[in-house]
């Protein structure tokens, strides 16, 4: 039984919180381990010079200056999210900047050849509506690209401390911010109900080694939620303990998150 938690609040309230020290830390190893994937999509995708995006959630900020170099002075990069330190701590003078929390963000309708995001729906209560708001940002003929996880390698891990940590991990994040950690196979769905043309599906799956960045953004995962997690029951200390030793150990190969890419355009 878990104790009951306030519904009304929001990644970066408590989970995650922007005053933690190890925030930005946790949001760059994010970013190292699914970077080349989301690079290798919008590549494929044809992001290139001229193109006006939008980068919603940027956390780390590194899509956005990415895109930044790949859309050159002929195009512009739009980048928001509820804390935006460490979009600033790079100053990229390429990228519009909005510090705001992405339901009271308004981009305005028709502009974008590319909405992106990544990794940031899945934590949003509101996420359909968002989406749908998302598409009338994009252009006629524009493209959207979503990513968020799925589960691969958590609940089915044959470590028991492993799979006991990462399992009480996804109960806490949803019975706090109501994050949805499978929200990536949503997307194809998602999209097509939003009008989106051309869905399509790409998936990736790092694999969690001692000096991977996907072990290291579990290790700061986990000590920011430990106190929560232990607080709401979800997990025994002894097995937080052993799952952080076992990220470190090098002979760990371990499965996690899958990254689910889903992408569609808007009809011209
Ligand atoms: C898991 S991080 C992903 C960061 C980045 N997109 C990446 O994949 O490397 C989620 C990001 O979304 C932002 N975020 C979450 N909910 C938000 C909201 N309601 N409005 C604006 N930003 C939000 C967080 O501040 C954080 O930077």
Same mark, same amino acid.
Do not use: Y
């Given at each position: 039984m878990i104790p009951s938690v306030d519904q009304s609040e929001r990644y @970066?309230?408590?989970?995650?919180?922007?005053? +933690? +020290?190890?925030e930005g830390e946790r949001l760059a190893a994010l970013a190292a381990t699914f970077d080349p994937a989301s690079r290798g999509h919008l590549t494929a995708f044809g992001a290139g010079p001229g193109w006006h995006c939008l980068d919603v959630g940027?956390?780390?900020g590194t899509m956005a200056r990415w895109l930044a170099d790949r859309v050159g002075p002929t195009g512009s990069v739009t980048a928001v999210d509820r804390d935006a330190r460490h979009l600033r701590a790079h100053h990229d003078p390429r990228l519009t900047v909005h510090e705001t929390d992405l339901t009271a963000f308004d981009a305005g309708a028709?502009?974008? +050849?590319l909405v992106h995001s990544r990794m940031v729906l899945m934590h949003v209560r509101e996420h359909e509506a968002m989406l749908r708001r998302m598409v009338g940002w994009?252009?006629? @003929?524009g493209l959207m690209v979503m990513s968020d996880s799925a589960e691969l390698?958590?609940?089915?891990?044959?470590h028991p401390a492993y799979r006991a940590t990462l399992t009480g991990l996804s109960r806490l994040l949803d019975v706090t911010i109501?994050? +949805?950690?499978?929200?990536?196979?949503?997307y194809p769905g998602l999209l097509a109900e939003c009008g989106l043309t051309g869905v399509t599906l790409a998936v990736d799956l790092p694999v969690v080694t001692a000096d991977s960045p996907m072990a290291r953004f579990w290790e700061l995962t986990i000590r920011q939620t430990a106190p929560r997690l232990i607080e709401l029951g979800l997990v025994e200390p002894g097995a937080v303990d052993e799952a952080l030793r076992y990220l470190r150990d090098p002979g760990t190969h371990e499965l996690s998150l899958v990254l689910c890419t889903a992408s569609g355009r808007r009809p011209a």
């Open positions: @970066g309230q408590r989970v995650f919180s922007p005053e +933690d +020290d190890t940027s956390g780390a028709g502009r974008f +050849d994009l252009k006629p @003929g390698g958590g609940a089915s891990s044959t109501g994050t +949805d950690t499978n929200h990536g196979r949503r």
